[in-house]
């Protein structure tokens, strides 16, 4: 599997700026596969099982990345994304003025 160089970059920074094991996990499977790592490795290396980092590869290529990040990850709007800036608050907590 091979991400776009927008996707890898996006990935890349928020994994460094990841706290939540969960999330770290969900975005470090995408970029140990864009390395060419096999599921078994991965899943060595994260404490997962194999199958749910097929699981993982599958909704990314079915959904795409936002949607794939939709869940878990701060609200990543299309702007904020041609930006290079993440919003800093989760959907639970972000606010919206109408």
Request: hydrophobic share 35%.
């Amino acid at each position: 599997m091979k991400l776009s160089a927008t996707d890898y970059s996006l990935l890349r920074e928020l994994q460094q700026n990841e706290k939540h094991k969960r999330n770290y996990v969900k975005i470090t499977v995408l970029l140990l596969l864009h390395l060419g790592k096999s599921a078994e490795e991965i899943g060595l290396c994260l404490g997962i099982s194999a199958a749910i980092v097929s699981n993982y590869e599958k909704k990314y290529e079915q959904l795409g990345l936002d949607s794939y990040l939709e869940d878990i990850m701060p609200v990543i709007t299309k702007i904020s994304r041609d930006k290079a800036c993440l919003c800093l608050y989760y959907k639970s907590s972000c606010r919206v003025a109408r």
